[in-house]
C-alpha cells in the first residue's frame, strides 16, 4: 500500500504540470453560507436535545439501580429477579435510543443528509461548473485530510465558487502559509468538517 502511495504521489507532479488545476477551502465557503450556518445551528441544537433525551434515561435508569441496590436483601428472590430484568430492560432501552439517535444511519446521520448535504452539493455542483468552464483538470480542497502544506493564492477559487452561489466571502479568509520544519503536517480539523467528494 505505502509502495503505491508513493507511486501516486510521484506521479501528481507529472500529472499536474501537463493540465491546470485550482484549489479550494469547503470550510471557508460553507461559512459564507448563510444557510449552512442555519443548518449546522439547528443540528447541533437537536443532537444536544436527543443527547439529553439520553442522558435522563441513564439517569434515571441510575435512580433505579441505587433503590434496587438498597432493597435488594429485603427482597425474596422472585422478585429480586424480576426487579433485576427490569432494570436490563431499561438499560437495553436507552443503549436502543443512543444508536437510534447517534449510531450509524441513525437519526442524526438523516438529519444531516436533510439539512446539510443539499448545501454540500451545491458547492460541489458550483466546483464543478467552475472545473468545466475554466478547464482545470483537477481542483483540490485544502480544508480535506489530505495535506496540502502550500498552495499559491492564485489557485485558490474558492472566492469565485462563493461568487457564483451568489454569496460574498467574508474578510475572514484563511491565509495560505509557507511550509516549515516547525509547522504542523496536518492540517487542524473540524469535528463536523463536510466532505465534499462526490458520492
Not at 475554466?134 to 485544502?142: E, P, S
Request: glycine residues 4%; aromatic residues 10%; contains cysteine.
Amino acid at each position: 500500500m505505502k509502495k503505491f502511495l508513493l507511486f501516486i504521489a510521484m506521479l501528481i507532479p507529472f500529472a499536474l504540470s501537463a493540465q491546470k488545476y485550482a484549489c479550494v477551502n469547503t470550510e471557508y465557503i460553507l461559512s459564507n453560507i448563510p444557510d449552512y450556518e442555519r443548518a449546522q445551528s439547528q443540528l447541533n441544537k437537536q443532537a444536544a436535545d436527543w443527547q439529553k433525551e439520553i442522558e435522563a434515561k441513564f439517569q434515571e435508569l441510575e435512580n433505579l439501580r441505587k433503590t434496587f441496590y438498597q432493597e435488594a436483601y429485603l427482597l425474596p428472590d422472585n422478585l429480586k429477579h424480576k426487579r433485576e430484568e427490569e432494570l436490563k430492560a431499561k438499560e437495553a432501552e436507552a443503549r436502543a435510543l443512543q444508536v437510534k439517535y447517534f449510531g450509524p444511519g441513525g437519526d442524526l446521520d438523516k438529519k444531516r443528509a436533510e439539512l446539510i448535504k443539499p448545501i454540500q452539493d451545491r458547492v460541489y455542483n458550483a466546483i464543478e461548473r467552475i472545473a468545466n468552464e475554466k478547464n482545470y483538470a483537477f481542483i483540490l480542497d485544502k480544508s480535506g485530510s489530505a495535506t496540502l502544506l502550500y498552495v499559491n493564492a492564485k489557485y485558490d477559487v474558492s472566492d469565485m465558487v462563493l461568487d457564483f452561489l451568489g454569496y460574498k466571502a467574508s474578510a475572514n479568509k484563511p491565509e495560505d502559509k509557507q511550509p516549515s520544519s516547525s509547522s504542523s503536517s496536518s492540517p487542524k480539523r473540524e469535528v463536523g468538517n463536510p466532505e465534499m467528494r462526490k458520492p
